[in-house]
T-cell receptor
Framework: KAGVTQTPRYLIKTRGQQVTLSCSPI?????VSWYQQTPGQGLQFLFE???????NKGNFPGRFSGRQFSNSRSEMNVSTLELGDSALYLC??????????????FGPGTRLLVL | SQELEQSPQSLIVQEGKNLTINCTSS?????LYWYKQKYGEGLIFLMM?????EEKSHEKITAKLDEKKQQSSLHITASQPSHAGIYLC?????????????FGGGTRVLVKP
């Protein structure tokens, strides 16, 4: 079974621009969660999507948004990029039916650098 | 303070030696996940613990969740260079948290040949 895939793997943007990251979950998984990893803050939860609906949200500004498609693929968008948005963005997938207590499998991440 | 504390932050061990990483929560854990990360890459799932007193092993790695479900340890026996990386514990804080995992700060492990 193929693992979680993320595209692109690397991105360089400038302040003020916007960016869209993509995540394809493991086949059969309907939950996709997004995390931001930085040296200063560690791994922080952004949001989770299940059946095309945002089910849970972390403490990030509204510039961070996401969506999920009917095939469970998910995209994350960051608008008006700031230098502090430079990070490794990871997505994780799970079956999602139980709403918790499931193992999440992570993708390789997208490294975003904002100049 | 963080909800999930990992210790130590980093450690260097001689190949062949054992090592232990601790993960302590300020709240009851409903599930505790251990992951390994190579620098700048994704997380590789190692083990999941849910029951107090539970212990799981895979190859040379053993993880335990204490009876009170507020602390977990990861133990590597006879470490090898392939064990080098960042080890992260992630916690399921309960139904209200849904699929959100709260992570510790990570432990960077270096194995000296």
């Amino acid at each position: 079974k193929a693992g979680v895939t993320q595209t692109p793997r690397y991105l360089i943007k400038t302040r003020g621009q916007q960016v869209t990251l993509s995540c394809s979950p493991i086949s059969g998984h309907r939950s996709v969660s997004w995390y931001q990893q930085t040296p200063g803050q560690g791994l922080q939860f952004l949001f989770e999507y299940f059946s095309e609906t945002q089910r849970n949200k972390g403490n990030f500004p509204g510039r961070f948004s996401g969506r999920q498609f009917s095939n469970s693929r998910s995209e994350m968008n960051v608008s008006t990029l700031e230098l502090g948005d430079s990070a490794l963005y990871l997505c994780a997938s799970s079956f999602g039916q139980s709403g918790g207590g499931e193992t999440q499998y992570f993708g390789p991440g997208t490294r975003l650098l904002v100049l | 303070s963080q909800e999930l504390e990992q210790s130590p932050q980093s450690l260097i061990v001689q190949e062949g030696k054992n090592l232990t990483i601790n993960c302590t929560s300020s709240k009851t854990l409903y599930g505790l996940y251990w992951y390994k990360q190579k620098y700048g890459e994704g997380l590789i799932f190692l083990m999941m613990l849910q029951k107090g007193g539970e212990e799981k092993s895979h190859e040379k790695i053993t993880a335990k969740l204490d009876e009170k479900k507020q602390q977990s340890s990861l133990h590597i026996t006879a470490s090898q260079p392939s064990h080098a990386g960042i080890y992260l514990c992630g916690a399921d804080m309960g139904k209200a948290a849904g699929n959100k995992l709260t992570f510790g700060g990570g432990t960077r492990v270096l194995v000296k040949p």
